[in-house]
DNA sequence: CTTGCATGTCCATTATAACGAACATATGAT
DNA sequence: ATCATATGTTCGTTATAATGGACATGCAAG
């Protein structure tokens, strides 16, 4: 045929690849969804989206949510995810530093990784101010946003960061573009010095701490971080990240992911 | 062909499945695995297997856990049964009402549903005495062999209930048959009464107190149970099941899984 | 050295999975 | 009544995924 010239040309997709792309799909909307209504969000077949959703409930993976045809995310996820969870035990540990900090600071900590190429909260303990800052628990943000994403991908090479990185997530929530030259160079400072402050780019009043959180081979797995108002921050700095860096040191991580 | 009339002439297996085997191979190894390891002991063609490995790889599904080809279940897998966990936020509630138990008889509490076709402990809390009684969360144990077992299956008929169930399951640790007939005899009087309480017949020494936790369809979708030695069970009966019973009208189900 | 085993890669074959399009049905708006 | 939209099912076609077997490598036992 002659139109091999693009190869755009409507490839077909992987059973395995819908099926994840259905669940991180489930995962984003939060809420139970129609097969058909998936199927038309991800611009996937219906008669493929219908066949697999019954493959994963077959398999426990997804659940009908109501009794009105709407499905999510199923049980076996729950008990795959605690299988992980179990060996390589962050949590614990994880739980304890941020309770720590968040009494010694009375601000927000938060424990943070990457998921895919993006960045999430994974845990999160809120402050004691009266009025306190705190943010979604597995949400899926752009690296560049994050103090915390000047840290996570210090392990790649320049172009291997700008290869993971979609090219989009470097313009930031009010429309301005943050050049990747200048994003390559804090990652390099941050990643040498082992911390990244600055005042949040996702809002106008928090000031954002983050350490990193290294394995065996000293390599950035997770960051902990403190996101506090502004004043506070600059006025506590030292002090605060000397709390982070404290707890960062005491987690001890195992194997390379 | 002539040899049609045992289908089990080595039909091709889909990856999707081969897929959740591997994950759940791995979930009950509780340990990194090579590739070609799996393959041979869930009995899979190594190419296949290689293949699927790479792809979960890819999703981050499985991830490599040691500097040696070795794989085990990854991060993505967390991700999505934390947001499994936050839909069907059974998870607070539950801390709670296993505190209080746990806190008021002193004895070990369990919070379990079923896994498959098997019983599996989601969430424990163990007792205060100075030996405690305890087992492992998440593993999967023959549903005949727990008092659980005779709840979980309440809203079965006998049919469903002898279909769901695999049939060597109801041989017992120690060897012996449970007869099915007076399974299903038990299922109905537990679902009837609300409880069902037993000297375990897993070990010699425990008793244990099981009730429902039901949705709004009074289907029981869970259980709290309560390990003891047996003693102190017969001594305390009323009192712990009261304890249960409280706990568990107090925890409120939603939606029908 | 040879042999065997465990590990990983590559490739041709063919059973089948992903797909699109047609069909079926209900619901609500015009 | 008519149309549009959302939902779910069925089926034939064809691209391709699952497979077995050949090949390559490293390592340890004989």
């Given at each position: 045929m002659e139109a091999a010239e693009t190869?755009?040309?409507?490839?077909?997709?992987?059973?395995?690849?819908?099926?994840?792309e259905i669940l991180e799909f489930l995962r984003n909307q939060k809420n139970p969804m129609r097969p058909n209504e998936i199927a038309s969000q991800i611009g996937a077949p219906r008669s493929s989206v219908y066949e697999l959703v019954n493959l994963l409930l077959r398999?426990?993976?997804l659940e009908f949510a109501d009794g009105d045809g709407r499905v999510y995310?199923?049980?076996?996820l729950y008990f795959l995810g605690a299988a992980y969870e179990k060996q390589f035990d962050f949590t614990r540990e994880c739980e304890n530093a941020l309770e720590t900090i968040a009494r010694e600071t009375r601000e927000t900590a938060q424990f943070c990784m990457l998921d895919g190429n993006k960045y999430t909260v994974v845990r999160m303990k809120e402050g004691a101010r009266p009025f306190r800052i705190s943010s979604d628990v597995g949400q899926s943000v752009p690296i560049p946003w994050t103090a915390s994403g000047r840290l996570l991908v210090g392990h790649m090479s320049d172009q291997e960061i700008l290869d993971f990185i979609p090219s989009q997530d470097f313009q930031l929530p009010n429309g301005e573009w943050l050049d990747p030259k200048?994003?390559?160079?804090?990652?390099?400072?941050?990643?040498q010095q082992g911390e990244f402050t600055f005042d949040s780019i996702v809002d106008s009043f928090t000031h954002c701490f983050a350490v990193p959180v290294v394995n065996a081979e000293h390599r950035c797995v997770a960051t902990l971080c403190l996101v506090s108002p502004r004043e506070d921050g600059l006025a506590n700095r030292e002090k605060y990240l000397q709390c982070l860096k404290k707890a960062a040191s005491a987690l001890g991580f195992p194997a390379p992911p």
């Open positions: 190869n755009l040309t409507a490839k077909r997709a992987r059973g395995l690849d819908r099926a994840f398999n426990q993976i995310l199923g049980r076996k200048e994003f390559l160079r804090e990652v390099r400072d941050a990643t």
